[in-house]
């Protein structure tokens, strides 16, 4: 039997597997492919250069063990990094990036270089008059990567915000942008990182601030004719956490301004932190040059948490507030509530404030009449997997044929019906309703959308089938 890099490198998996915990061998190593094998080098690909880096810091040790046990002392192990160039498309680059492909990070003018600057910096953020150029930070210490628990909803976003921590503006992952759904915990984890910054290099500057802020802060500038100074300002951040950035949607005066402090940031190995509802691919009305820079680093999504973080969470929540609540209760909470991390907490709250207000004890019945009145004045999300369960059902088909890669028309129509609806009804990213509908790309999902827009102002009977599957969802 001939030896290939698929057969060396299963062999290693099946090593590693057996040496390190199961949650870390699926989040680390599920996702490498094998790639070609020249003489004793293993050549494999690795989803971003953070994986890299992770990889070397953290398992080499056992990469170097199971490879030398299937090819000897002489092995080599050669990684493949995939990432995107400013221009979206994907690039293979071996060990290092190539200086030749950097390019972009220098050729950008920035309209105020820091070597001219100016002892009567304005502060955007202190009562104008009073000379003070002291930042705040804006951040809340409550918010800490010890009561962000991980799961597997959180992993990746986790793990890079603790590796920013440790090293801001000194790894591949700038910006890490971390996007979600609401109350998923993306300004938590923002804070955190900031927070842990402070912690560990208390002579950099650290600035949290929203995009709306970000924003009002900007007009201001222009009414005052102060621009170049609110630029400078922002040049001199050495950590920039910005939160909602998707609010800076069709404001080009601000998006401009922040493409020049963006750049100056980087350049000069500052970190910058994102935070969005949406991937940049499904970002609408944000400049090309800008969302291309939001993919130079990590784009990391935060996910619906799964049942046993959402029970760990309470759980955790209840000990930081001196609070004993049983198991069966917690887990039914749990079970039930299952949008976002902040529904949760909220839920366990009216939960406790009823049973001390009304001077009830906490029971299987208190708890159904708490979650029954929460979730019904909620707006339940629909999964995508329900969505794919009612389009099947209504063209009497099953999944598998849905999904299928197919290019009869009927079946073609209603994978697109459920990629609409998966759009329209849940906050999952265009790329992640593609990846769950048949493995398809954002733009599969994006050109769906298009098509069910223009069939259903056009087609009658596709529109009564946009309307039939509707209410159905709507239920």
Sequence with gaps: MSITAQSVWNNCLEFIKDNIQPQAYKTWFEPIVAVKLTDNALSIQVPSKFFYEWLEEHY?????????????????????????????????FTEKIPSANRTALKSQD??????????????????????NVKIESQLNPNYSFENFLEGDSNRLAR???????????GTSFNPLLIFGGVGLGKTHLAHAIGVDIKDKYPE?????????????????????????????????????????????????????????IFNHLHQNGKQVILTSDKAPVDMQDIEQRLLSRFKWGLSAELQNPDFETRVSILKNKLYRDGVEMPDDIVEYVAKNIKTNVRELEGAIISL???????????????????????????????????????????????????????????????????????KKFTKASLASIGSQIGKRDHATVLHACKTVDNLSSTDKQFRKYVEDITKKLSI
Aim: aromatic share 10%; no cysteine.
């Design 60 to 92: 080499v040790k056992i990469l170097k063990v199971s490879l030398t046990k299937e090819l000897g002392e002489n092995a080599k192990l050669v990684y493949i990094i995939k990432m995107e160039n400013t221009y979206g498309n994907k690039i293979p």
């Design 110 to 131: 920035v309209d105020v270089p820091l070597n001219n600057k100016n002892p009567e910096l304005r502060n955007p953020f202190v009562i104008p008059g009073i000379r």
């Design 159 to 169: 793990s890079a915000g603790l590796a920013v921590a440790a090293k801001p503006g």
């Design 204 to 260: 950099k500057t650290v600035l949290y601030i929203s995009a709306e802020k970000f924003t009002q802060q900007y007009i201001d500038a222009v009414k005052k004719n102060n621009r170049n100074d609110f630029i400078h300002f922002y040049q001199i951040i050495d950590v920039l956490i910005i939160d909602d950035v998707q609010f800076l949607s069709g404001k080009t005066g601000t998006q401009d301004v922040f493409f020049h």
């Design 352 to 422: 406790i404030a009823q049973s001390s207000f009304n001077k009830k004890e906490i029971t299987i019945d208190l708890a159904r009449i708490i979650v029954e009145k929460f979730v019904k004045n909620t707006k339940r999300e629909v999964s995508i997997d329900y969505i794919q369960k009612v389009v099947s059902d209504y063209f009497q088909m099953d999944i598998d044929t849905l999904q299928s890669k197919t290019r009869k028309r009927h079946i073609v129509q209603a994978r697109q019906l459920a990629m609409f609806f998966a």
